[in-house]
């Protein structure tokens, strides 16, 4: 397997993140699944 070089850290600390499933299926199950991923990038952004 090939792997991706590893980005360099941004001076803003602000980047683009994209999700998408395989064959662009869907990748939550509903809203509260998202809302719940997203509550979670949220505090790892407050945690620094």
Same mark, same amino acid.
């Given at each position: 397997m090939?792997?991706?070089q590893a980005r360099e850290l941004s001076?803003?600390?602000i980047y683009h993140v994209m999700l998408r499933g395989n064959? *662009? @299926?869907n990748?939550?199950?509903?809203d509260e699944d998202k809302q719940q991923?997203?509550?979670?990038?949220?505090?790892? *952004? @407050?945690d620094g």
């Open positions: 090939v792997t991706r001076s803003t600390g064959e *662009r @299926k990748i939550f199950e509903d991923f997203l509550d979670g990038i949220e505090e790892k *952004r @407050k």
